[in-house]
């Protein structure tokens, strides 16, 4: 079977969608309260024909919006740190033995639809070690790959106990990483420090 090379772009073109990722499940949290509090706020000030009531109901609302906007610079700017430490090279790559996989519920305040809820379950890959890799929401994984693209779920079904993977996370933000099975890449010469 003929691996791909995994490159410095490649992974770059992965953590920076992990990075964005990351960011719309923090939107979608603020979000969850933002519409319904500003509606509840409208809907209570011209009801109660009283503004000062739909004002203090904003407040929370507005609150949700101050944060989301701290969030957001805060994106822009970590953005910005990780294109610099993987153009500075400041990657961990290790390889790791696949252990299982784990379907777990966190608290997460996230939509669906009309709804809040505030639970959601994740899939998480664990690896003897003791890393574990919390599995984004995407449609494929390795989308820069000519040859192992992949659905989520064939990337479940791939993985079997006892791969080995590369686990690459950023030195700095080790909640930043992604994972590439061993049997299908192999790490770019200069990826090899």
Known sequence: ???????????????????????SNKADWRFSYIVPLTALAILLGLFTKNILIGIAVFCIAAYHIVRFIMEYKAYKIQKAAILSVIARGEISVSTETFSHIAND???????????????????????????????????????????????????????????????????????????????????????NK
């Open 105 to 191: 519920v966190i608290y997460e305040p996230h939509r669906v639809g009309r709804r809040a809820k505030s639970t959601k379950t994740i899939t998480q890959y664990h690896f003897n070690g003791g890393s574990s890799w919390r599995a984004p929401l995407f449609a494929k994984h390795y989308e820069w790959s000519k040859e192992y693209y992949i659905s989520p779920k064939g990337l479940e079904n791939l993985s079997i106990k006892g791969d080995e993977f590369y686990f690459v996370s950023l030195q700095s933000h080790h909640d930043i990483s992604y994972i590439y099975p061993c049997k299908n890449f192999e790490l770019d010469k200069s990826l």
């Open 1 to 23: 079977m003929k691996k791909e090379t995994l490159t410095m772009e490649a992974i770059k073109s992965d953590l920076i969608k992990i990075v964005n990722y990351q960011v």
